[in-house]
């Protein structure tokens, strides 16, 4: 009766049953090598090492992970899961802008309280992608995991807030991850504040993801010397214009822009027209 509810055959609800074992005794072998894999961390742990700190041999472990970076990374990955699920429950029943910040904050901090070691294992897999490139598959769809978490409690919280986003996911997962690794630092440093300061970092960062409102510039800031191009009368671009001056003459085609000069103090005017310049000026270079 149940193949045919299903639509299964015999050997197709086999394989799917002794698959499902399959799993489920990898998860078991994970959680048990979680403890190890976290205290030593990548570069000081075999399986050998786990299989001597477990009730596992190295043969069985050897046998559902076919090396130590297979087990590390699938450990890591059920951990990272539960937080993205943790974090997707959180936006999806958030009533207010303030409780969610609450509640993001202290469940940020918490696990930074709780699972020190095991944060310190993820950025120890990250780090080691670096020089690894086997790794980093697993390492980059770890870390979008995670943003696509960090992301859905940001939207949610600006869509409670009536305000829109200044950053994108990835920026808000930069700042997020930045802050959360400063924090676990600090932590294993022994520092006693470093989650009480977690806490409230998150509560900020939440709020610096929204908009704020642009600056005003005066007007009276710009420079007077400034003259735009449809002022500019100026045979060079930024001359300012030159006003006119009484007495001074402004400039002919093949003539000067000299001022008059002054006549002397005693002596009739020279020869030519009344009027002309002394004895002497030349009126022009021609």
Not at 57 to 69: E, I, N, Q, R, T
Request: hydrophobic share 40%; aromatic share 8%; glycine share 8%.
């Amino acid at each position: 009766m149940g193949s045919l509810i299903t639509g299964e055959s015999p050997r197709e609800r086999i394989a799917r049953r002794q698959l499902d074992k399959f799993t489920e005794r990898r998860d078991h072998l994970a959680a048990a090598a979680l403890a190890t894999l976290a205290e030593r961390g990548y570069a000081n742990t075999s399986l050998r090492d786990i299989a001597q700190h477990s009730e596992f041999s190295h043969g069985v472990l050897h046998y559902y992970f076919a090396d130590k970076f297979e087990l590390i990374a699938y450990c890591v990955r059920q951990y990272k899961a539960s937080r993205v699920q943790r974090f997707e429950s959180m936006a999806t029943t958030a009533a207010t802008p303030s409780g969610l910040a609450l509640e993001f904050g202290a469940a940020m901090a918490g696990s930074l309280r709780e699972q020190a070691t095991m944060h310190r294992l993820w950025y120890d897999l990250r780090n080691q992608a670096l020089f690894e490139p086997t790794f980093r598959p697993e390492v980059r769809e770890i870390d979008s995991f995670l943003k696509a978490a960090t992301w859905a409690v940001a939207t949610r919280f600006a869509e409670l807030s009536q305000a829109p986003l200044t950053v994108t996911a990835d920026q808000a997962y930069a700042l997020v991850d930045g802050l959360f690794q400063q924090g676990l630092r600090d932590y294993l440093a022994g520092d006693d504040d470093a989650a009480a300061r977690l806490e409230q970092s998150m509560r900020w960062v939440l709020a610096a993801f929204l908009s704020l409102p642009a600056p005003v510039v005066s007007r009276a800031r710009v420079s007077r010397a400034r003259v735009s191009r449809a002022d500019a009368g100026a045979p060079r671009r930024g001359w300012p214009r030159r006003r006119r001056r009484s007495g001074v003459p402004s400039r002919r085609p093949g003539g000067s822009c000299r001022a008059p000069l002054a006549a002397g103090p005693a002596g009739p005017p020279g020869p030519g027209r009344p009027g002309s310049r002394t004895a002497g000026t030349p009126t022009s270079r021609g």
